[in-house]
């Protein structure tokens, strides 16, 4: 029997209940609770997308206050983004990477070379955030076994820190509830406390450098801005600390910049804004925007031993590393940075952001806020006394959000906006009165 009868019955637009009734038939959906989100009546159907606005299926429209997971710092469908997509694809779609190469991916990595702090030269394509990670793992594993240090087997990381959900990554991960469960197919590594408590994470990094460095190869660590851990800052003094004792131990720093890279920070990379050179640099999310696609940057002298003549090649790749549709957008990417001065942008609009904050820290139930860049976020009083991602009082913000017209998805009892960085600004305005309004309402109702 053929399985495609009575496939595809039609192709007539659907409305909103009918999308979710085919969604709720057969889809899973990520980092979602399948039967509480099915029940709960509250699926928000997206039918297209432009600049910072979303719009659904019955046409409302929502600030896209979390740029779709990170991701849309130019915002939707940005009109060059949509014509280098197209004149790519009228040449070249695909072809592997292995031992092959093209005119997209040669000039991005020249490009991003050029863009990298001094001595990062060299570029190796990923597919997203996590698969940067895992490249970054195994590459300096794979360093020091081949320059004959091979007892350096040992990662540093850090409470909070998240560097995916693939199983390597899964194992730098920092906050409980996305790891607790895989304890049985992560790796150990050792976990110092958060970077938020500067003065405890170096501490705690000092002793471990002293007590173990000739056995560790690698500190992995979100510079300035742990995302998921609930919009956690660090000063710049923190991660030159970091890459002193780092280099005084002969160990290897990879920094990870998929969120807090290309801009969001309000200088192109996060290590810019501390001086600081990593041996590899790992970044997605904004990187190719729509598209899933990321670099690590790598440090010559790293990759050195995989360059002589005789040396093997590294096993490690994925079908899509250096896609040229990929590339050619990612490419389009950093020249409408340079040409809309993005960067230049939020340095300026920052300040918008930190009165925000400063706002937000008056509202009763607020305990603490923070901006940094583009990014602002408060912790709330959970009426359950419950901290981080357990807390309810997100959710009930989100709620009060989406029916003033903004996406607002929280981190547990953590509220944050990160919208995309050409956001105008009047629309940040709009922002942020909505976004005050809705945590206000969110904890009064909470309270009575
Ligand atoms: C800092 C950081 N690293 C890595 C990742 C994983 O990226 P991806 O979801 O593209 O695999 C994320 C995702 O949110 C992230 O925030």
């Known amino acids: 029997m053929c ?43 997206i039918r297209e997308a432009d600049g910072s606005w979303l719009t659904d299926a019955d046409g409302k429209r929502y600030l896209d206050a979390n740029s779709s997971w990170w991701t849309m710092s130019l915002g939707h469908r940005h009109p060059r983004l949509l014509r280098a997509a197209a004149d790519q694809l009228r040449q070249l779609d695909h072809v592997a990477f292995a031992g092959i190469t093209h005119e997209p991916a040669a000039r991005l990595a020249e490009e991003l070379c050029e863009l990298a702090p001094a001595g990062l030269t060299r570029v190796f394509f990923v597919d997203n955030g996590s698969t940067a990670i895992e490249f970054a793992l195994k590459t300096c594993l794979e360093y020091f076994q081949r320059i004959g240090d091979a007892q350096r087997t040992g990662f540093l990381t850090f409470d909070g820190a998240f560097h995916g959900d693939t199983a390597g990554a899964t194992s730098l991960g920092g906050v409980e509830s996305f790891v607790a469960a895989f304890a049985s197919i992560t790796f150990p590594c050792t976990r110092l406390p958060c970077p938020w408590r500067e003065d405890e994470a170096l501490a ?46 002969g160990v290897l720093l990879v920094l990870d910049e998929v969120f807090a890279g290309y801009g969001r920070t309000g200088t192109f990379w996060a290590c810019d804004k501390a001086g600081v050179v990593p041996d590899l640099l790992c970044t997605a999310k904004a990187f190719a925007q729509f598209i899933p696609m990321g670099a690590v940057l790598v440090h010559e002298r790293i990759f050195a031993p995989f360059a002589a003549p005789e040396a093997s090649a590294l096993p490690y790749g994925h079908t899509f590393n250096g896609n040229p549709f990929a590339a050619a957008i990612a490419r389009e990417v950093l020249a409408i940075y340079r040409d809309e001065n993005i960067v230049a942008r939020v340095a300026k609009d920052a300040d918008l952001f930190a009165s925000c904050a400063a706002r937000l820290a008056a509202i009763p139930g607020v305990l603490r806020t923070r901006s940094l860049g583009f990014v602002v976020a408060a912790d709330l009083a959970d009426p359950s006394g419950s901290e981080g991602y357990g807390g309810t009082i997100g959710w009930r913000v989100f709620a009060e959000a989406l029916k003033r017209g903004i996406f607002l998805r929280p981190l547990g009892n953590t509220v944050y906006a990160c919208p995309p960085l050409n956001t105008g600004a009047s629309d940040v305005t709009f922002l942020f009165e909505a976004m005050e309004e809705s945590v206000q309402s969110a904890l009064t109702s909470s309270r009575g």
């Open 204 to 249: 705690a990094l000092a002793r471990e450098l002293h007590a173990n460095g000739p056995r560790i190869a690698a500190v992995f660590l979100e510079p300035m801005l742990q995302g998921a851990a609930g919009m956690k800052m660090q000063s710049a003094s923190f991660l030159r600390a970091v890459r002193e004792l780092t280099e005084a131990h």
């Open 3 to 45: 399985k495609f009868t009575g496939f595809m019955k039609d192709n007539a637009p659907m409305n909103r209940a009918q999308v979710i009734a085919l969604d709720h038939a057969h889809v899973w959906h990520p980092y979602t609770a399948m039967g509480a989100w099915r029940e709960s009546g509250s699926t928000l159907v």
